[in-house]
């Protein structure tokens, strides 16, 4: 059909996820999320969140049918993501999923991740369509890339990615340092508001001329990490007091001036005028201001979608399996499994 009803499946990491589309209009986008679960530990812990999607979906899938109005035998295809992610909370998913399609006799639609957080772009109610090509940078709890689109349905590229921690986990990590709650990436933005920036000068990982050659767009939040606590260190060994609100000032600084500098690089050397962002970390107001005042200043158009599809949803993969369809894509066949580091 010209305008697919396809109800989309997300299950990758702690957000349960079922979104329903028509073509490029969002109906519904339920999202349960276990994160309460996790917060003692600090961490996702992957065992935790399985569990916790296999308890949520049901409830999430009448949910999401009830608030789009439609019957769930109405549907025209099923669309999960089948990576990449956690391995035993993506198999949650992508079984349901299975179930739905069989039962209800629909085709259905094995989808990346990242390339739904692409997709949730066309989700957005005033969005003027994508344009091509589109440098991409998504940052969450769980990934930091840069990709490069040319188009959403058959051509995009990963320009690089963490080698270590994602950029969301590092906010998570240096809370936890700093004695903040988790999530952290929220504590350490409140933090960071009365704090100086250029307080202390904190690593840009992989930003060296010698990381060019091997790392030219790849991400490294580890180093910083240890350098936040070492800082912290030795400032308690001399018996002095920590100044939190500019370690966290300057700790977001290192991470929003490394993916920006590497965003805009990447649009800059490949010629494309236009940058797109993605993620939970999309909710950083410094990330935000300082990606769209360099934009700016460097003629890049910047896309945010609305919060709610930045962060984990079961719309932007009902979305990329809506465009899908009206490329005329091949469902996929019941063979595919979860895979947690399936590629682009
Ligand atoms: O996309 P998301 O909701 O899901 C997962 O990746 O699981 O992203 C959550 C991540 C967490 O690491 C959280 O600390 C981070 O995004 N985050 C933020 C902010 N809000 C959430 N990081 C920095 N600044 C924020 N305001
Ligand atoms: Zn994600």
């Known amino acids: 059909p010209a305008e697919p009803l396809v109800l989309g499946i997300e299950t990758s990491c702690d957000e349960t996820g079922i979104g329903i589309v028509r073509g490029r209009t969002l109906l519904s986008n339920t999202i349960a999320s276990s994160m309460d679960e996790h917060a003692r530990y600090g961490g996702v812990v992957p065992e935790v969140a399985a569990r ?45 999923a299975k179930a739905l399609s069989v039962s209800l006799a629909k085709p259905l639609y ?39 689109v040319r188009d959403l349905t058959s051509d995009v590229e990963l320009l690089g990615e963490t080698v270590d921690d994602a950029a969301g986990e590092a906010f998570d990590k240096v809370a936890r340092i700093l004695g903040l709650p988790y999530p ?68 977001r600084e290192a991470v929003v001036d490394v993916l920006v500098t590497k965003a805009l690089d990447a649009c800059a050397e490949h010629g494309v005028p236009r940058l797109l962002l993605g993620g939970g970390v999309i909710a950083n107001r410094r ?24 962060t984990d949803n079961g719309a932007m993969i009902a979305a990329l399996a809506s465009e899908l369809i009206q490329s005329g894509r091949e469902p996929s066949t019941l063979v595919f499994g979860a895979d947690s580091t399936l590629p682009v």
Not at 187 to 207: C, K, N, Q, T
Not at 287 to 310: F, N, Q
């Open 52 to 96: 916790a999607h296999l308890e949520a979906l049901q409830p999430a899938i009448e949910a999401a049918v009830a608030e789009a109005g439609v019957r769930l035998g109405d549907v025209d295809a099923i669309a999960v993501t089948s990576g990449p992610g956690l391995a035993g909370a993506l198999m949650v998913g992508v079984g349901a």
């Open 110 to 148: 094995a989808v990346n991740h990242l390339v739904g957080h692409i997709a949730a772009d066309i989700l957005a109610a005033d969005a003027e369509p994508l344009e091509y090509p589109t440098v991409a940078l998504l940052v969450s709890g769980g990934h930091t890339s840069l990709l490069l």
């Open 184 to 251: 952290g990436g929220p504590e350490i933005d409140r933090a960071a508001v009365v704090g100086d920036p250029s307080a202390i000068r904190f690593p840009r990982g992989l930003s060296r001329a010698s990381d060019r050659a091997r790392h030219r767009w790849d991400f490294s939040f580890s180093g910083l990490k240890t350098a936040v606590a070492r800082w912290i260190e030795q400032r308690e060994a001399a018996g002095e007091d920590v100044p939190l609100a500019d370690v966290a000032a300057s700790f």
């Open 287 to 310: 990330l935000r201001e300082v990606a769209l005042a360099r934009a700016e200043a460097a003629g890049v158009t910047v896309r945010i979608p609305p919060l709610s599809l930045c």
